[in-house]
């Protein structure tokens, strides 16, 4: 069985390119799932209802995000009630929606678990992920064995660690945040898919998504700018993880990036 999991979405570009790829991609791989994180979809920052719905729209299963979830605060009244977009499961108690999710493929006969969590290092001061994250798939490993995890997170030592902290409890460590792919996917010693990033899903033409001359402006001179969302070399940057659905145990993890315009 394989899940297609896409790095995060960035605005109207992004979304552009999963709409016009992703059925092919689904279609060449025999793609039974689709994740996506999607915490930058609404014009490079947060996500509304909105979007959240267009996105569904594309054949998403499920949509994960990070710090940037309350930046769009309209979004704050679904997340409650979409047990299939999520928020990081780390922030504190009491906060609105859901850090995971188990989904269940009819077809198959087969139950999926995601968990979305937020890295600390050099981000906002949350729950801790590791210990969080494991008492939650204690919880999902009770349904199912196939969880997917995605580490919203700056650091990549702290998602090396997660994903080691996780080897043989989960299905696949997948980081997002950083916009660029890393090469080193791999398959850990005790069978979980890990990738330190996923990549991005927009405008390469840029930095990070925004247009690169209001970036280089603010590097050089340090006076505020705006961030605009650029709009050129659109590409779809994820991974395709190949998995046992009756242990969870991972069998290949590869990395795509395909070119929309």
């Known amino acids: 069985m394989k899940v297609l999991f896409i790095g995060d979405i960035v605005g109207a570009p992004g979304r552009e390119a999963v709409k016009a790829l992703l059925p092919g991609v689904v279609k060449k791989n025999g793609i039974n799932c689709v994740i996506a994180n999607a915490e930058n979809s609404a014009g490079g920052s947060g996500i509304t209802p909105a979007i959240a719905k267009e996105l569904k729209g594309y054949k998403l299963d499920v949509i994960t995000n990070g710090d940037h979830i309350w930046k769009r605060r309209e979004i704050v009244?679904?997340?409650?009630?979409?047990?299939?977009?999520?928020?990081?499961?780390?922030?504190?108690?009491?906060t609105p929606g859901f850090g995971s999710t188990i989904i269940e493929l009819p077809k198959h006969d087969v139950k999926i678990g995601v968990v979305n969590l937020v890295g600390r290092v050099f981000m906002e001061a949350v729950e801790c992920p590791f210990r969080t994250s494991r008492e939650e798939i204690d919880r999902i490993r009770k349904v199912t064995p196939n969880i997917f995890v995605d580490i919203h997170a700056e650091d990549t030592s702290e998602k090396i660690a997660l994903g080691w902290y996780l080897d043989g409890l989960v299905t696949a460590v997948m980081g997002t945040h950083t916009h660029v792919q890393t090469a080193d996917e791999r398959i850990l010693p005790k069978g979980s898919?890990?990738?330190?990033?996923?990549g991005m899903t927009g405008p390469f033409d840029s930095v990070i998504g925004r247009r690169k001359e209001q970036i280089l402006?603010?590097?050089t001179t340090q006076m505020p700018t705006r961030f605009e969302m650029a709009d050129t070399d659109i590409r779809l940057n994820g991974v395709i993880v190949d998995f046992d659905e009756k242990t969870g145990r991972a069998n290949s993890i590869e990395r795509i990036q395909k070119k929309y315009k």
């Not at 009244?77 to 009491?94: A, H, M, S, V, W």
């Open 77 to 94: 009244e679904i997340l409650d009630e979409e047990q299939t977009i999520l928020r990081p499961l780390n922030y504190p108690k009491g």
């Open 193 to 198: 898919a890990y990738i330190t990033d996923v």
């Open 217 to 219: 402006a603010r590097f």
